[in-house]
């Protein structure tokens, strides 16, 4: 069992950044395949980003590409999501995920083997 808690959300102005944490507990992830989730109110759970845990090759929704950048520190169980250029569309609550398959754009969160309980993104106009 993996538990994951992920920190970091708040209240942001267009334009700024945050970065969430998504710290991980019960084994360690080194060998999981991490991601990011976010879902606004009224609309499906949709990939963010994702991250291997081999090659560590990184991928992103179209609509985040050039502005978030997603990593994974393995000694501290821990990944981040580093969101710059902030837009109101951007506003959502953030899932943090860990899979034995790579998450990737199209993964749904069906096919998610854990979540996070999830931290609100507001981004104001």
């Known amino acids: 069992q993996v538990q994951l808690v992920e920190s970091g959300g708040g209240l942001v102005q267009a334009g700024g950044s945050l970065r969430l944490s998504c710290a991980a507990s019960?084994?360690?992830?080194?060998?999981?395949?991490m991601g990011w989730f976010r879902q606004s109110p009224g609309k499906a759970r949709e990939f963010v980003a994702g991250?291997?845990?081999?090659?560590?090759?990184?991928y992103y929704a179209d609509s985040v590409k050039g502005r978030f950048n997603i990593s994974r520190d393995n000694a501290k169980n821990t990944v981040y999501l580093q969101m710059n250029s902030l837009k109101p569309e951007d506003t959502a609550v953030y899932y943090c995920?860990?899979?034995?398959?790579?998450?990737?754009?199209?993964?749904?969160?069906?096919?998610?083997?854990?979540w996070g309980k999830g931290a609100l993104v507001t981004v104001s106009s």
């Open positions: 991250i291997n845990w081999g090659d560590q090759n990184t």
């Open positions: 995920a860990a899979n034995t398959a790579p998450i990737l754009p199209g993964s749904t969160w069906g096919g998610i083997d854990y």
């Open positions: 019960g084994r360690t992830i080194s060998r999981s395949y």
